[in-house]
């Protein structure tokens, strides 16, 4: 675990000004580790590290996507629920210019640009999570119902177990 001070991001702020509760988590960013390694460094379930996902429709409408660390996204039936063709990620260039974050450090909250968020639903069910605060190697720990609130996603069921 780095023993560095935790950033002062535009999620942390975010979070502030929301009067969240939360607790900071930095650990040594591994490039394409992804939430296995963040997991594994903050000694806690995969399942319970929530990547935050910049995706987009056939318009290239950005929109965000909660997902558990150990499941992926069904973008077939995302794209069924929410009514259009199809979803697909972004590129890295377009997901750092909608959030303000870069790939790998992307936070749902404090982002550039507001998105449409899109919560797989069973994440409620976790007493705690464990998110990205807005930098590489910095998660925050946050009740599941905070999330909710500060951001007022829509709850989906497209989660499926990674291949």
Sequence with gaps: MSKEK???TAA???????????????YDYE???GTAVSAR????????????????????????VLMHGDLKVSTRELARIIG???IAPCNPDNANRHSGYMVGGTSPFGTRKIMPVYMEETILGLPKIYINGGKRGYLVGVAPSEVV???GPKMVKVGIKET
């Excluded at 979070?15 to 988590?25: G, I, N, S, Y």
């Excluded at 000694?43 to 996902?53: C, F, I, M, R, S």
């Design 84 to 86: 259009v063709k199809t």
């Design 12 to 26: 942390i702020r975010e979070l502030r000004a929301h009067k969240v509760e939360f607790t900071d988590h930095l």
């Design 31 to 33: 490039e394409k580790g």
């Design 41 to 64: 460094e903050l000694g806690v379930p995969e399942h319970a590290v929530v990547k935050t996902l910049v995706m987009e429709d056939e318009d290239r409408n950005p929109l965000i």
């Design 149 to 151: 609130r500060v951001l």
């Design 6 to 8: 935790a950033p002062v």
